[in-house]
């Protein structure tokens, strides 16, 4: 990988942190943004539906069930766009969960760049699996 790769990529999840601050989800956020030729196609964070109110923890604190995740939002959005996700390069904060992944493989996307680990890392084993470039990358502020 060029250093030229190395630094947009660090630039891209720079971009989906500070995405993830749209996000109205209090116990975590996480922003996604899809890049293909060096240009943004499309991004998410992570929320409820379109037209639901703003909140994704119930009154326990738990996520809601119908919370989307980031990566799930900016797949949507391609979907409903004329634009093709064939090959881009997914960048999010957070490691894409197993639900996640299987949108990933079937949107055609090639590399998946994630921020940080989280505790159950079944998502990235899959779309390794499925011969995907996935990269952890740490971005200081």
Known sequence: MTEKQIQLDKRYMRMARIWAENSYCERRKVGALLVKNQMIISDGYNGTPSGFENKCEDENNVSKAYVLHAEANAISKIARSHNSS???????????????????????????IYGEKYRIMDGVELLERANIDVQFIEVSE
């Open 86 to 112: 064939d090959g881009a390069t997914l960048y999010v904060t957070a490691s894409p969960c197993i639900e996640c992944a299987k949108l990933i493989i079937q949107s055609g996307i090639k590399r998946v």
